[in-house]
C-alpha cells in the first residue's frame, strides 16, 4: 500500500531542528504506484525541488501557453489572503497567510517524517484517519475551494503527545475555487489536472469538478487503505483515466471480506460513477464512515489509536482562548493545541446553547435534565443541494409609460403576489438589483419536486398577472425560467439561507431574459425533475453571456394530471366457514297445533291450517319444520310457494301434481280419469288443457282435477301439501285454495303461510284487522320470537364457545327474526367481525359497531306498513330524534301533536324489533331503520318536528340533553342563527372532551357554512375557518387523517378568504401535522415552515413554539437528528414568553420528541431518562394521549435493549391508553409494536392478531403508512 506521510520517530527527532537547514530536509516520498500533480505517474524518489519542477511540468503538459497563463492567473487565489478561518484549521496545509501556495508546502512550517508502515490499515485507524482528512476537505469546500489531487501522498500523519495519527493535509497547488457564471473556468473541457490513480470519473474525462470529486478521490484512499490496493490496478496514466471513467470498481467487501458491511458499502458509494450518487458533502461522508465503523466489533489485530480527540467540526469556530506555548487560538473544549500539541490541563466544556435562554424551563424540568438538553444543540451546519431556482423578469412598455403611482401600485402588488405565491409553495423570495425576482425551492426543506413547485409557482404568478391585466392601468409582463444547481445551505430553526455554485441563480436569470413576455422555460436539469409532472416541449436552444456553449430550453405548458396514487393494500378475504342448520325454538305451540290436524287428515278427514305473521318471524322456517315431521312420519308432503316464477306463473298446481303422481303413467295408476288426466298432465308440462272449457268453468275444472288426483293419492296415505306466500297467489291458485278452505280434500292436509294485512280468498275482511276464514280453518299467529330465544338461535350457530357480546348483539338486532339472526351471524363472519381461530370463535369490533345484512330494509318497510298510524307516527317522532333521546322529549313532541300517552305503541315498536327504550331512553336496533323512516318523510315535516325537538330540549334542560343536540336539530330545521348559538355555547362547555368538542365543531361548521349566503356572510365565514381548523387538529390528534384532511383545507381556504394570517398559520400547522401523521414528511415541512413565518410575522410566539416542535418530530421522522434537534431547542426557547401552561406543555412535547431522537441516535439510556420525564408531566397534566405514546416509546427503548416482556407490557398499557383517547393512529402504532414485540417473543398467534389488528385500526384512520407496516408484519 502506498505510505501516508508518518512524522513519527524520526519527525520528532528532527523538531528540535529549525532554520534553512531544516527546512531544505523534505521528506522523499516514496511508492511504486502514486501520482503527482499531473497526469503523469512518478517512478521513484525525489527531493522537493526537483518535485516541484515536475509538478510545473506536469501542469503544462499538453496545454497551450494561453492555458498556464491562466493557471498562474489564478493568482487571485495566490495573493489574496485566505480567510483565517482556513489558514487556521489545524490539519491543513498548503494554505498559508497569503492564500494558496503553489508548491502545496505551507510557508511557515515544512513537514517532516518517514514513510508509514505498508500494508493494509485496521478499520477503526482507517476511519480514524479518514473522518481528520474529511474535517480538512469540509472546511475548505465551505470556503468554495476543491483540493482536486488527494492521494496518500498529500496526507501527512503525526503523533502529538496527546494523540496518534494527527491528519494533515497538503498540496493545495492545484486547488480550484468555484466560480460564479461568468468567471474563468481554469480547466477547460478534455484537460486533466491531477493524479489519476486517484481521479474522479468527471475529472478524467476533463468535465466540469466540483466538491464531490474530492470525495471520489477520498474514497479510493479509503478503498487502499483497507484493502490495501487500488481499486482499478494499471499500467498508464491512460489506463487509469479510462478505468475510472467507464470501469465499475469491485465492492469492497469482495477484496476484503472480514470488513464490516456498512463500512464496506459506505466506501462503495463515495466511489460511485455519477455525482450524484455519492455523498454530496464531506460531512456527509464523514458520518457515515463513523457510523458504519462504531457498531463493528473490535477485533483483537486492530490497534485503536493510543488516545481518542473529537474529531474536527464540520464547521470549526477557533475562537477559544489562545495556546499558553505558541498563542495560537484553539477550539473550545479542546484537551491540547493542534499546532504544538501542548497540554491545556482541564477542558472546559463548550457551550452550544445559552443557559439563560431556558431560565423559565428550570421550574417545569430539572437543572441536570436541562444541561443535558442544552449540551444536545448541535452546531449549525451547512449542506451541499441542489436547489431549484425560479427567476422571475417583469416589466413592460406600458409599466414605463404609466403614471409613476400606478407604476408603484403595480410595483407593490407584484410583490406581494410573488411573495404569497412562492410561500404557498414553501420558496424564498429575494429581489435583485435589477428588479426581478429569485425564488429557491428546497433550502428551507427539500424534496423531490422543488422544480414542480417552482414551475407551478411561476404558473400562479403568471396567472395572476393575466388576470390583473384586464383592469389594471400599468400594464405588466412577465417572464419567468426554472434551474435546478448546487448551493450551499444554512438552515436553522428560526431562518434558512443560500450561497449559490456556479450558475445556479445567474442561469435562469439570464433565461427569464433572454425569452419572450409570458413563456414560463425550465433547463435541461429541471426538465429532468418535472418530466411526470408539467407538459413540456423543446424550444430553440440559448446562448447565454459567460456560459460555455448554447443551453437547453423547454417550454412549460401545463401541468399534468396527478396520476400519483398511493396503492391500496387489499384486506384478506374472509374465509368460508360452514355453521350448522339452526334450530326451531320457541314453536312449540304452533307443531302441536298443525300435529292436531295432521291426525285428523290421517283418520280420513280433511284438514286447513293458515299460518299468518309479521314478515320475517319464522314462517318459512316453521313450514321446513313442518316438512321434515310430516315427510318422517310417512306423509307424501308437497312444499310449493305461490310467488310467481320467472315466466310470471305460480307453480302450486304444477307441483303438487308431480308430487302427487309424479308423471303421466303415476297418475294413471292412481286411477284418475281421462278428462282429470289430460288437464292435470298439460299443467305439469306448462300448458293450460283448459281452453276447450268454457271460460267461467275453467278454474272449477282444475280445482276438481287437483282434487281428485290428491284424495287418489291420500288413499295410500296423508297428502300434506305445504303452500308459502299465499299473498301472493294469482286467481287460479287463489281459488284453487278457497275450494281448499272450503272443504279440504279427504285425508290430505293442505298448510299455507302468509302476510299480516293481506286479504285472502276465504277472507271475509282485510286490511289490517284479523283474519276471518271458514269454519274448518285453523288460524295460527307465527309471533316474533324473543330476545332469548334468538339468542339461542346464535348460540346453537357459533357452539361450542360463542361470544356473549356477539351473541347479545345478535339477539338485539334481529328484531324477533329467526332469519335476521341466521343472516347476522353470517354477515359477522364474511365481514371478519367474528373470527374462528385455535378451535375458538372471537369478536374483533365493538357490539355496538355490528349493523344489519342488506336483508333488513325490506323486512322493516314490511313492518313498518303493518304499524298503525298514530304508532308510526311515535317511530317518525323518533327516528327525527334520533338515538339515545330521552322518552320524555318524545313524549313531550306527540302531545302536541294528540294528547294521549304513547306507552302502548312503544311497547309495540319493541315488539316489532323497531325500537328500544331502554334506561328511560330511545334507541334504534339499527340506524338503517332510522335512515328508512326518515326518509319516508315529507320535507316540511321533517323541519316541523326538528324545530319542535329543539324548542323541547331548549324548555327541558332538566333531561340532560346537551345543547349541542338542540343545535343540531335547529340547523335541520334550517334556523342557522340558533344553531350557531346554541353550537358555540356547547363548545365553550366542552373543552376537556376532545370527541365530544370534534363532534360540535363539525356541527359548527355546517351551520356558518349554511349561512355563507346570508347577511352575516363574513362573520360566518370567518366561525367556518376557526371551527374547520380546530376540527382539522382534533382530528389529526384522533387519527382520523382522511377527514382531517378535507377540514383543513375548508379552514384554509375560509382563512385565506377572509385574510387571516393567524388562522392561515393555524391552517397550515394543522396540514403539515396530518401529513407528518400520513408519512408525508417532505410535504409536511413546507406546510410547517409556511406556518412558522407565518408565526413569526404575528409575533405569536406561543404558537411559533408549537410550530417549531411540530417541526422538530418531522424532522426526526425524517431522520434529520440534528435539524430536530434544532428546532426543539428553538421551541423550548420561544415558550420562555408564554403563561406556565404552554411552557409545560411544550416541555412536555419537547422532551417526548427529544427522546426518540435520542433512541434513533443509539443511546436508548438517554432516551429513558427524556421519557420517563414526558410520561411524568403528561399524568400529571392529563395528557393521556401523549402518555400513550410516550408509552411506546418507552416500550420501544426496552425492545431496543432486548426486554421484550416489559416492551410488552408496557406496549400494551400503551394501546389500552390510545383506546380510551381514540387516537386511532396510536392504536395502529402499538398493534404493529405489539407484533413484533410477540414475534421477538415467539408468540405467533399474537403477533398476527396484533397485525391483523393494526392493518384494520389504520385502515379506519386513513393512514397508509400504517396499512403498508401492518401488511408486512403479516408477511
Request: charge should be positive; proline fraction near 6%.
Amino acid at each position: 500500500m502506498p505510505p501516508l506521510r508518518d512524522a513519527g520517530a524520526a519527525g520528532r527527532a528532527a523538531r528540535s531542528t529549525r532554520g534553512a537547514h531544516a527546512r531544505r530536509q523534505v521528506p522523499s516520498r516514496i511508492g511504486s504506484r502514486r501520482g503527482r500533480n499531473g497526469p503523469r505517474l512518478p517512478s521513484r524518489a525525489r527531493d522537493a525541488r526537483r518535485r516541484r519542477g515536475d509538478q510545473d511540468a506536469a501542469r503544462a503538459h499538453g496545454r497551450r501557453r494561453r492555458d498556464r497563463a491562466a493557471l498562474l492567473s489564478r493568482g487571485a487565489v495566490g495573493v489574496a489572503p485566505a480567510p483565517p478561518e482556513l489558514h487556521r484549521h489545524s490539519r491543513l496545509r498548503g494554505v498559508g497567510r497569503h492564500g494558496v501556495h503553489g508548491d502545496g508546502v505551507s510557508a511557515r512550517r515544512q513537514p517532516r517524517g518517514r514513510p508509514a508502515e505498508a500494508g493494509r490499515f485496521p478499520p477503526p485507524r482507517a476511519v480514524h484517519v479518514a473522518s481528520q482528512v474529511l474535517s480538512v476537505i469540509e472546511a475548505a469546500h465551505r470556503l468554495g475551494i476543491v483540493h482536486r489531487d488527494l492521494k496518500p501522498e498529500n496526507i501527512m500523519i503525526e503523533d502529538l503527545p496527546t494523540q496518534r495519527d494527527f491528519v494533515k493535509v497538503l498540496d493545495f497547488g492545484i486547488a480550484k475555487v468555484l466560480d460564479p457564471i461568468g468567471g474563468a473556468r481554469l480547466t477547460q473541457t478534455g484537460v486533466v489536472v491531477g493524479t489519476p490513480a486517484y481521479m474522479a470519473p468527471e475529472q478524467a474525462m476533463g468535465q466540469r469538478v466540483d466538491e464531490r470529486s474530492d470525495l471520489y478521490s477520498i474514497g479510493v484512499i479509503c478503498f487502499e487503505l483497507l484493502s490495501g490496493r487500488l481499486p482499478f490496478d494499471a499500467d498508464t496514466p491512460a489506463a487509469f483515466l479510462a478505468a475510472h471513467a467507464y470501469q465499475e470498481p469491485p465492492p469492497l467487501i469482495t477484496v476484503r471480506p472480514d470488513l464490516p458491511p456498512k463500512l464496506a458499502a459506505a466506501v462503495d458509494r463515495a466511489l460511485a460513477k455519477s455525482p450524484r450518487d455519492r455523498y454530496q458533502t464531506a460531512a456527509e461522508m464523514q458520518r457515515a464512515l463513523e457510523d458504519a465503523i462504531a457498531g463493528a466489533p473490535a477485533t483483537a489485530t486492530a490497534p485503536l489509536p493510543t488516545a481518542t480527540a473529537a474529531l474536527a467540526p464540520a464547521a470549526p469556530r477557533l475562537t477559544g482562548s489562545p495556546c499558553s506555548r505558541c498563542g495560537e487560538p484553539m477550539p473550545p473544549g479542546a484537551k491540547f493545541c493542534p499546532e504544538c500539541g501542548a497540554t491545556t490541563g482541564r477542558a472546559t466544556r463548550a457551550p452550544t446553547a445559552d443557559d439563560a435562554r431556558f431560565a423559565e424551563l428550570r421550574r417545569v424540568l430539572p437543572s441536570t435534565l436541562i444541561d443535558e438538553i442544552v449540551q444536545m444543540a448541535p452546531a449549525e451546519r451547512t449542506e451541499r443541494r441542489d436547489i431549484a431556482v425560479l427567476s422571475i423578469e417583469a416589466g413592460g412598455p406600458a409599466l414605463y409609460d404609466a403614471d409613476p403611482a400606478d407604476a408603484e401600485r403595480t410595483g407593490a402588488d407584484l410583490d406581494r403576489a410573488v411573495r404569497d405565491a412562492a410561500g404557498r409553495r414553501g420558496g424564498l423570495v429575494a429581489q435583485r438589483q435589477d428588479g426581478g425576482y429569485t425564488v429557491a425551492f428546497g433550502v428551507r426543506t427539500t424534496g423531490g419536486d422543488d422544480a414542480e413547485r417552482a414551475v407551478l409557482t411561476a404558473f400562479d404568478i403568471r396567472d395572476w398577472v393575466a388576470d390583473g391585466n384586464r383592469t389594471r392601468h400599468a400594464r405588466l409582463e412577465v417572464s419567468a425560467a426554472v434551474h435546478v444547481g448546487p448551493a450551499r445551505v444554512t438552515a436553522g430553526p428560526g431562518a434558512a439561507s443560500y450561497t449559490a455554485i456556479g450558475d445556479t441563480v445567474a442561469l435562469p436569470a439570464a433565461l427569464a431574459r433572454a425569452v419572450e413576455p409570458g413563456a414560463v422555460v425550465v433547463s435541461d436539469a429541471a426538465r429532468d425533475l418535472v418530466r411526470g409532472a408539467i407538459r413540456t416541449h423543446a424550444r430553440a436552444a440559448v446562448r447565454v453571456r459567460g456560459h460555455a456553449g448554447a443551453v437547453g430550453v423547454h417550454e412549460a405548458i401545463e401541468p399534468l394530471a396527478d396520476a400519483d396514487r398511493a396503492p391500496a393494500v387489499d384486506a384478506d378475504a374472509a374465509g368460508f366457514v360452514a355453521l350448522p342448520d339452526p334450530p326451531l325454538v320457541g314453536r312449540r305451540d304452533l307443531i302441536a297445533a298443525v300435529g292436531a290436524r295432521a291426525r285428523d287428515a290421517a283418520a280420513g278427514a280433511g284438514a286447513f291450517v293458515h299460518l299468518t305473521g309479521e314478515p320475517g318471524c319464522g314462517k318459512t322456517r316453521a313450514l321446513t319444520e313442518l316438512a321434515a315431521q310430516l315427510a318422517r312420519a310417512g306423509a307424501c308432503v308437497v312444499r310449493t310457494t305461490a310467488r310467481p316464477g320467472a315466466d310470471g306463473r305460480a307453480r302450486v298446481v304444477a307441483d303438487v301434481v308431480a308430487g302427487v303422481g309424479g308423471t303421466e303413467g303415476g297418475l294413471r295408476a292412481l286411477g284418475v280419469d281421462a278428462g282429470a288426466l289430460r288437464i292435470l298432465t298439460a299443467c305439469v308440462r306448462g300448458i293450460d288443457a283448459t281452453e276447450p272449457i268454457p271460460a267461467g268453468d275453467r278454474a272449477g275444472a282444475l280445482a276438481a282435477a287437483v282434487r281428485d288426483a290428491i284424495e287418489r293419492r291420500a288413499r295410500h296415505g296423508v297428502v300434506a301439501v305445504l303452500v308459502d306466500d299465499a299473498h301472493w297467489a294469482d286467481p287460479p291458485v287463489a281459488h284453487l285454495l278457497a275450494a281448499w278452505a272450503a272443504d279440504p280434500p279427504a285425508g290430505a292436509l293442505i298448510v299455507t303461510a302468509a302476510r299480516d294485512g293481506h286479504a285472502l280468498p276465504w277472507s271475509n275482511e282485510g286490511g289490517h284487522g284479523t283474519v276471518v276464514a271458514p269454519a274448518g280453518v285453523a288460524i295460527v299467529r307465527v309471533e316474533p320470537l324473543t330476545p332469548d330465544e334468538i339468542a339461542a338461535i346464535a348460540s346453537h350457530l357459533l357452539a361450542p364457545n360463542a361470544p356473549p357480546a356477539a351473541v347479545r348483539a345478535v339477539a338485539e338486532r334481529a328484531g324477533g327474526s329467526p332469519r335476521m339472526a341466521i343472516d347476522l351471524v353470517h354477515r359477522l363472519i364474511e365481514t371478519g367481525a367474528l373470527r374462528a381461530r385455535d378451535g375458538r370463535w372471537h369478536l374483533t369490533v365493538a357490539p355496538e359497531t355490528i349493523s344489519l345484512p342488506d336483508t333488513a330494509a325490506a323486512l322493516f318497510a314490511a313492518r313498518i306498513d303493518a304499524l298503525p298510524a298514530y304508532t308510526r307516527d311515535v317511530l317518525a317522532c323518533a327516528a327525527v330524534c334520533g338515538d339515545d333521546m330521552p322518552v320524555a322529549i318524545v313524549t313531550a313532541v306527540m302531545a302536541g301533536v294528540r294528547d294521549i300517552p304513547i306507552d302502548r305503541d312503544l311497547a309495540l315498536l319493541r315488539t316489532r324489533g323497531l325500537l328500544h327504550d331502554a334506561g328511560g331512553r330511545v334507541r334504534f336496533p339499527d340506524g338503517r331503520i332510522r335512515d328508512l323512516v326518515y326518509e319516508r318523510l315529507p320535507d316540511g315535516t321533517r323541519r316541523a318536528l326538528h324545530r319542535a325537538i329543539a324548542r323541547a330540549i331548549d324548555a327541558s334542560r332538566d333531561t340532560g340533553v346537551p345543547p349541542e343536540v338542540a343545535a343540531s336539530h335547529y340547523a335541520k330545521a334550517g334556523d342557522d342563527d340558533l344553531a350557531v348559538q346554541r353550537y358555540i355555547e356547547a363548545r365553550d362547555a366542552a373543552a376537556s372532551a376532545p370527541a365530544r368538542r370534534a363532534a360540535i365543531l363539525r356541527g359548527l361548521a355546517d351551520a356558518a357554512r349554511a349561512g355563507l349566503s346570508g347577511p352575516s356572510a363574513l362573520a360566518r365565514n370567518r366561525t367556518l375557518a376557526e371551527a374547520s381548523i380546530e376540527l382539522g387538529e382534533l382530528l389529526v390528534d384522533a387519527g382520523d387523517l382522511d377527514a382531517a384532511a378535507r377540514a383543513l383545507a375548508e379552514g384554509l381556504a375560509c382563512a385565506q378568504m377572509d385574510d387571516a394570517p393567524d388562522l392561515i398559520a393555524r391552517a397550515k400547522r394543522g396540514r403539515g401535522r396530518a401529513r407528518v401523521a400520513a408519512g408525508k414528511v417532505d410535504e409536511a415541512l413546507r406546510d410547517l415552515q409556511s406556518a412558522a413565518q407565518l408565526a413569526s410575522g404575528l409575533r405569536d410566539r406561543s404558537l411559533a413554539a408549537d410550530i417549531h416542535i411540530d417541526l422538530g418530530e418531522a424532522h426526526e421522522r425524517r431522520g434529520a437528528l440534528d435539524e430536530a434537534t434544532r428546532h426543539l431547542l428553538h421551541a423550548l426557547e420561544l415558550a420562555q414568553t408564554g403563561d406556565a401552561a404552554a411552557l409545560r406543555r411544550a416541555a412536555l412535547r419537547a422532551l417526548a420528541a427529544l427522546g426518540r431522537v435520542r433512541l434513533r441516535s443509539g443511546d436508548p439510556a438517554g432516551s429513558e431518562r427524556f421519557l420517563l420525564r414526558a410520561l411524568e408531566l403528561a399524568q400529571a397534566d392529563g395528557e393521556h394521549a401523549i402518555a400513550a405514546r410516550v408509552l411506546g416509546n418507552l416500550a420501544a427503548v426496552h425492545h431496543a435493549r432486548g426486554d421484550a416482556r416489559t416492551a410488552r407490557a408496557l406496549a400494551e398499557r400503551s394501546l389500552a391508553m390510545a383506546r380510551d383517547c381514540g387516537d386511532r393512529i396510536g392504536v395502529a402504532r402499538q398493534h404493529v409494536n405489539l407484533a413484533s414485540v410477540c414475534a421477538a417473543l415467539g408468540d405467533a398467534a399474537a403477533a398476527r392478531q396484533h397485525a391483523e389488528d393494526a392493518y384494520a385500526a389504520a385502515r379506519a384512520a386513513g393512514w397508509r403508512e400504517g396499512m403498508a407496516a401492518a401488511a408486512a408484519a403479516r408477511r
